[in-house]
């Protein structure tokens, strides 16, 4: 089994950043995609972002492009998810999740295991 706990989230003003962790234990795969999705209230879960093993490759959707980074510490069992320039349409729950396949996917139903999220407020 592989637990996932997320932090770093709070309140901020527009154009301010925030930094999210997500600490894995348990059996976490060294191979596995780390990814991070949001929900917005009234909205479905969506991508964000996602990081392969190595951290060597990243995959961004479109709105996030240029303001926020992903990045691992697999020494930590850690992704982390930085959040630059933040909108108030950036408003949601955030969760990480982890994709024991290879290969970046969007989906949900492509990860396998889930945090509980954090809350990210962005007042305007």
């Known amino acids: 089994q592989v637990q996932l706990v997320e932090s770093g989230g709070g309140l901020v003003q527009a154009g301010g950043s925030l930094r999210l962790s997500c600490a894995a234990s348990g059996r976490t795969f060294s191979t596995s995609i780390m990814g991070w999705f949001r929900q917005a209230p009234g909205k479905e879960r969506e991508f964000v972002a996602a990081i392969n093993w190595s951290g060597g490759s990243t995959h961004y959707t479109d709105s996030v492009k240029g303001r926020f980074t992903i990045s691992r510490d697999n020494a930590k069992n850690t992704v982390y998810l930085q959040m630059d320039s933040l909108k108030p349409e950036d408003t949601a729950v955030y969760y990480c999740?982890?994709?024991?396949?290879?290969?970046?996917?969007?989906?949900?139903?492509?990860?396998?295991?889930w945090g509980q999220g954090t809350q990210v407020t962005v007042s305007s």
């Open positions: 999740a982890i994709r024991r396949n290879v290969g970046f996917r969007t989906e949900l139903y492509e990860y396998d295991y």
